[in-house]
């Protein structure tokens, strides 16, 4: 069978770096095959796609070494044009991919510049939208979907063009969970209803595409690791782990238990796991330990004051849109919340009205006893301190060290810091966010995307807020890179701070988060310790969150002895033992 | 984002307009010649009482034509801030625009304010505001394949049109980027509503650098999308024999024309004509001057 895709020894290099971001590439991808590329921040992955429709060598400035063959064309002498009649691509950012302001207009657009005269553009639009369910869509502005209608919008507008091979580059990384499932969904159908031939993904959240992907292939520092067919692939998790690949819990479970030769194969999906481990505990070859599993969590020192309260709040935006309805809470100095919920849901309005940026229409919310209506912004934020999902909406200065004075600055003007104090408070969050001195002076535009969010936390910490509030915390970022944001929020909250995070990340709640506050329609559906809300699935459902894979393992396997509210494979593995 | 409005309604280049707006049912050429007349008539009039008629005549038919008013406040709210500077200018630096003749109404230590520097003032700022509500007008009822489709039937080449359809879009966008750059300043004190008028337009960097860096990000995604959605190739794939775009999806699905168009077209021009011709005989000077 001739390869659709063939590279042979693959190097690449951006104009502006000495560094190879590709290193002697060398892959085949069958036709009919469903390929996953996975693998850390800054491996290549997205540089090795770039490659199969020609954007690397054509529209990116770069040295090229090696050979790109994409269905018998070579990529160097052929055009991006001429291969996008073949390879069609979708990128992580379904807003950046929006170029016109209906979602017919955006499908329409590959096939028209590939010269199909307008009715067969219309049955294309017809057919793409009808595929990825949003034929009652067609008339929207694509802005204005939710963030799984807006990927799948991105995919329609792909496969409109018809073709052969789909590269889809991290396409659930910025989407909520029913968000990621809706994505799922459409790419199990491209797979099972065979629309396009060969899929390619490259993907951090491996869950769902190990259910249906034949082969995954790791990638670091510009280099294969791992090239094997999916249940081969995960049948080493620590490796896996090490090389920072977030395992799907399934999978990382059955492959601790193989090592302990106590499964024989590894398990790529829930029911495939019960299966599995129902037979395990019926043929006594495991036993449940009675442990309480809350022992290994991290406690921070909680006291009673509350750091927020919230009554009765209802909030309208300018445009007539209602975002909350009624909402209640009291927030207590030193706790560690997340805010989770679909997009739209009210999270980001809510967390907004704590940090004082926006005045609730009605009702109240007061930030250590101060009503924040009638208290000025200076004095709110100076409590408050709030970090945005992107850190480019709030850096501006030519130099990190001007940026982490800013806020400080701005507190000076209000007389809420002493000059005396600055370097001090600089030197301070510098030191807890991991910022190094020797940076100081560069321009926070030239840090990588891991180093802006650093600087951006850093910008408002320097302000010493005693509740900090970071929206989506691990976007954009990959699992060593996630891990490391949030246990530098547990030292925060380790040293008093007050930690509310948003997030879509199921992992990230169960991992860090001691209180977790479910939002649905601009109300709190579920509010309470993480274990007791991510354990309520079935409320959970009507918020559109999954709880993690893990839990609904152990609840799976209550009947067994297992407890119901387990939240990291960790908990799990600790909860069993061979008989 | 907030839970989702339920009243149907059409994304356009700057705001919404409601899916039972008769703008829908106009002709994309009408809205291009809108574009045309609507623009030129502040600069043919020159009497700052018929300009502000007409500013707040746009801001009528915003209403008629049920677009989204919500931006649009901000923006004169941004001509408030821009009237301070042009009556800044004029007290202080009005003797260039004042005539041969100039009458000297006060006096400020060394500094003569005339009378015909303050008209001239007031005439160009409310030209300005009459030329604002004209363009806000049009980019509350235009949408992308309005201009498509018009641009299309004009002639203008696929490429052109498109690029020229996608900077309008931006402006959009612009918006939404402005509004959460913004909050983020808030976030760590800066609250332009705080500071005191003359300081506001220096704060403004503040928000331009964010928002132009984000803005050239979000440029280089559009157009590597437009790449790997095949733009280029109508120019450059000679295989695809197909490819000459004579008439598109959109050139073909979204134009419209009625009689009732001709009939607004023919007015835009015989108001276009009148005023040409009231400005030849002097009926549309400055009073003020």
Redesign the interface.
Known sequence: MEPVIEIEDLWWRYEYSKDWVLRGIDLKINPGEFVVITGPNDSGKSSLISAFNGLIPHSQRGVMKGSVKVLGLDVATSDVAALCAFVGMTFQDPETQFLLSRVDEEVAFGPQNLGFPPDEVRKLVTWALDVTRLSEMRMKDPVELSGGQKQRTALAATLSMNPKIMVLDEPTSMLDPIGKEEIMEIITSMKSRRLVETIVVVEHHLEELAKIADRFILLKNGEILLDEPTEKFFSDPDFLIENGVRVPDVCAISGYLKKRNILGNITLTLDEAVDALVKLFRERKLQPNRMDVESYRPLAQISDEAAIEVENLHFVYPDGTVALRGVDIKIRKGEFVALIGQNGSGKTTLSKLMAGIYKPTSGSVKVFGMDTKVTPTPNLIARVGYVFQNPDHQIFNDTIRKELEFGLKNLLSFKLVKEEEIEQRIRESMRITGVPEEILEEHPFLMSKGMRQRIAIASVLAMRPQVLIVDEPTTGQDTPQSIDVMNFLQKLNEMGHTIIIITHEMWIVAGWARRTIAMAEGKILLDGPTKNVLSNAETLKKTFVKPPQVTLLSQALENYGLPRNILTVNEFMNSISPS | ?????VIPR????FSYVAATSIANKMSPITKIFILLFFNAYPIIIDNPIYNAAFGFFNIILMRVFKA?L?HVEKYFKVLMTLALFIFVSVIFFGRSVAGPSPTVIATIGPVEVYSQALGFGVMVYVRMFALVSAMLLWLSIT???DL?SAFEKLKISYVARTYL??AF?FV??FD??FN??Q?????????IK?QPLWRRPFVF???L??LV??TI??AI?????????????????K???????E????????WRYSKKDTVIIAMLVIVFVGLIIARLYGLLSNPFM
């Open positions: 984002m907030a839970t989702q409005q059409y994304r356009t280049f989204t919500m949408t992308t394949s498509m359809t996608m879009r959009g966008m939404s980027d959460t750059i909050d983020a300043q808030k976030a760590r004190g800066l609250d705080s960097g503040y928000y650098i964010p860096a984000i990000k979000k995604d559009a157009g590597i999308t437009m790449e790997a959605r095949a733009f280029k190739a109508p120019l450059k794939v295989f695809l024999e197909r490819a000459k775009l008439e598109t999806y959109v050139g073909r699905y979204y």
